[in-house]
């Protein structure tokens, strides 16, 4: 039931954030509209200040919060045909299933196409499953791998995170 | 409105450079402080700041009352390991804690250490080295002038808690059984 409001909520804000609109998100890749980067940085602030600062508190115990693990060349050609896949559809995953909830055809079309890739996979993992495990990492965090303090991570991060929407929101009013 | 959200966030990020760390078992902080040796004490460190009457300092001696009875080092305060969580330790305080050999005060440490206290030391290898070293030091007939001068400073601590500083005129036995045969218990 959490994870079911979770969700709602979750579609809820990309809806409210224009993100099942698969010209809006296509523009990013075209650096006419940033609201993706800013939507997707907001998030990763919000995530950073939320879960570092509600440990320090006391309120939340961060050696229960699951760190999926790396896998360096599985997740790199991951992440390169998923940007592939997202520059050629316009939607991700999240905002396929809010384009196709607010009746955009490509978004329908972008779902049927994920859970397809999923039944591929799956029939094709048994030869995939040695580059699958491969280059296992662990979970590794920033403070971690850099050996800093967890709360200089969470300042970079949100200091990056303004530098960017400052530079955005110029680029935006000059193109 | 963003202005005001990026305020808010600027001013949570900066704040968290300040805050330390945000697990409250900081396991980095204890293996450095464990490496560097700045997690216990020696017997004769702790008796030298026990006599210049270091300033808030508690000795806590985690063993069970019987054991605290029968014998413990002079203005030492009983806590058995169990009963650790339920008594106040302020933060000013410097905290020393001792067991029989030093494994359930190192313990003691790791749990002080995890409720946030940060001045906590354990005594290295507990009451017995208490009276070994303090109680009861020894040097051979005949040692060396530099270890003569320091067991000179030890037998003076020594005679200070009513210790016996005793010069060996046979060979000492110091073999490890020998050190195992005299600490045992935890």
Known sequence: MIALAIGIAFGFCLERAGLGDSRKLAGQFYFTDFTVLKVMFSAIVTAALGA???????????????????????????????????????????????????????????????????????????????????????????????????????????????????????????? | MRRALAIVAATGGVLALLAGSPYPLDVQRLATAVAREDDHVTAVELAAWLRAGKHRLRVVDVRTPPE?????????????????????????????????????????????????????????????EWLDDVMSPTIAEGAPADAQAAFDRVAELSRFFGGMPRKLTGRADTSEDALRARRRGC
């Open chain 1, 52 to 175: 570092f600062w509600l440990a320090r508190l006391g309120v939340l115990d961060l050696a229960g919060v699951y760190v999926p693990e790396t896998y360096l060349l599985p997740q790199l050609a991951g992440g390169l045909l998923f940007g592939a896949g997202f520059v050629a559809a316009g939607l991700c995953p999240g905002t396929s299933c809010v384009a196709a909830a607010s009746g955009h055809g490509d978004g329908l079309m972008v779902v049927l196409g994920m859970f397809v890739g999923v039944v591929v996979t799956g029939l094709a993992f048994a030869p995939l499953r040695h580059f699958y495990d491969s280059t296992a990492r662990g979970p590794l965090t920033f403070p971690q791998l850099l050996h800093v303090p967890y709360g200089a991570v969470v300042f970079a991060v949100v200091a990056l995170a303004l530098a960017t929407f400052a530079a955005a929101e110029r680029w935006e009013r000059c193109a």
């Open chain 2, 68 to 128: 605290f009875a029968i014998y413990h080092i002079p203005g030492a305060e009983n806590v058995p390991i169990e009963s650790l969580t339920a008594v106040p330790f302020p933060a000013e305080d410097t905290v020393v804690l001792y067991s029989e050999v030093g494994i359930h005060g190192a313990q003691a440490w790791v749990f002080l250490r995890a409720l946030g206290h940060r001045r906590v030391y354990f005594l290295r290898n507990g009451l017995h």
